[in-house]
């Protein structure tokens, strides 16, 4: 995404709720509240009321967009010209709800090619803390396994979602050629100084949250 000219992208942390690169940027920010649905919205102009949705894209220079989460994966995509962007909110209603797949299809709608776009897998909580019940797991594993993913996904180990790996795949099963997964877990990921880096809720329990996003410039 680093190599993409004419954006600029970040993701806050517990230091700052808002990403240092769109601060310059953040007085047009849209206005929206998440769902964990899979519902999205073409940003056209500044503040704008998005309602209730979990998905962004915008041609427009300017207009920063983002979604804000505290283990819930953020997927940030750009096309490689930097002419037009997106980002999703995958939690694991998000992510079993395909929230990658329903964005692709309308921007595919809109002529987008995966050859031509990249996405990232920002800080969200990994594999390694996310058990969950055997419901869900169940849940995921009759999804995804349906949907081709391969097993090592499909299949939770000891009850562990990897929702990271599986919307890195769901960007691979469109087409995706360059997929980055940070392979930030928001729960144990900690700074030199042994501090927790990233908000995360099933660590705290708490209000704290950050944005991940990016912008045209
Ligand atoms: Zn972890």
Not at 71 to 94: E, F, S, T
Request: aromatic share 10%; charged share 25%.
């Amino acid at each position: 995404l680093s190599l993409i000219p004419g954006i600029r992208y970040g993701f806050g942390n517990r230091d700052s709720e808002a990403p240092m690169e769109l601060l310059p940027y953040w007085s047009a920010m849209p206005v929206w509240n998440q769902v964990a649905g899979t519902a999205w919205v073409e940003v056209t102009t500044p503040k704008q009321d998005c309602g209730d949705v979990d998905a962004f894209f915008t041609t427009q220079p300017e207009l920063p967009i983002a979604i804000r989460s505290a283990d819930c994966i953020p997927v940030l995509l750009a096309r490689r010209d930097g002419k037009m962007i997106a980002c999703a909110h995958a939690g694991w209603r998000g992510t079993q709800g395909r929230i990658v797949k329903v964005l692709w299809e309308a921007l595919a709608a809109r002529g987008a090619q995966p050859k031509d776009w990249v996405g990232v897998i920002g800080p969200g909580i990994g594999r390694c803390c996310y058990e969950v019940s055997e419901e869900l797991a169940d849940d995921f594993n009759a999804t995804f396994a349906n949907a081709g993913a391969p097993e090592e996904l499909a299949v939770p180990h000891y009850r562990h979602l990897d929702l990271p790996g599986i919307n890195a795949w769901e960007l691979r099963n469109i087409g995706f050629t360059a997929v980055e997964d940070l392979h930030e877990c928001t729960k144990c990921a900690k700074a030199d100084d042994g501090e927790p880096i990233y908000e995360s809720y099933r660590r705290d329990r708490g209000e704290g949250r950050q944005f991940s996003g990016l912008v045209i410039l």
